[in-house]
């Protein structure tokens, strides 16, 4: 502390105008976790521990401890010539600190226990639909694999998506799905093109809405999808610069394979493949959503405000009000 008595001169900061520059620095880095790329993180709803998964790995972490984890589920065999499936997405229960979820490329999704062994090599449950032989062809393989996985806010159910379709699953009940929604049925004829430009292989997540009511994923020339789980109703929007502007309401699209088509109508012969939304978000109390269209990150609102739901518009059978709130 400097004497008052001594002070002859006072230095008053000055401000001096800069570009904005905005930096992000990690608070912690845990490392040495995995020896394939990363494809999901996950915190746990203890708020002390989290898990991160690779491929063939997932690995269970203190939030306090960086430098090393334990390893909870390893799927990688002796011989790699022997290795029949990976792990595509893990995720922890909501409420549940003990249980966790992982699909693998295979089409499965297995429910794990921490409480009945510490190595999670068996799963407690096993959500997998068999594929019927009459239907099954060189691309069911590649179109079963699981791309993402959500537990709904209450915690009972499962919402798994995969190429085509996304599936609703009861805990309790396994041997098969409780709803299924057909995202993109309409590409089924177009299977070999899309294995040709990589394009099977995208991987779309899913999203549930505040109230477990109305589920939402992605698709293909920047289409996003939603379906009302009691009404069953569905609407296809688009998320693109060139329809959307500030405070526009959204029209609902459809994709046809016929030749009758409707005014929004597109063909699907004339899907842009290149456009497509693979992330979505669903905020977990307001009907707010992100939509990243490539470059572009989109968020929109239900004009008639966080009142009303967006299931209400899908029962009316009415066209969805979502507005364009995103600032260019």
Known sequence: MKDISRITSLQVPVLRPMDLLVEASPRRVFAN??????????????????LSADDLRINLWNLNITDRSFNIVDLKPENMEDLSEVITVAEFHPHHCHLLAFSSSAGATRLCDMRSRALCDRPAKLFEE????AHRS????????VSDVKFSHSGRYLLTRDYLTAKVWDLNMENKPVEIYQV???????????YESDCIFDKFECAWNGTDSVIMTGAYNNFFRMFDRASRRDVTLEASREVCKRRAVLRPRRVCVGKKRRENDISVDSLDF???ILHTAWHPTDNIIAIAASNNLFIFQDRHGPGHHVGHHLEQDKPLQLQDTTRQ
């Not at 068999?130 to 032989?133: G, N």
């Open 184 to 194: 993109q049925d309409y590409l089924r004829s177009k299977l070999c093109a899309l």
């Open 130 to 133: 068999s594929v019927d032989p």
């Open 274 to 276: 290149r456009k497509k």
């Open 33 to 50: 976790a995995h020896a394939y790329h990363i494809n999901s993180i996950s915190i746990n709803s203890d708020c002390e521990t989290y």
């Open 138 to 145: 060189f691309f069911s393989e590649i179109t079963s694999s």
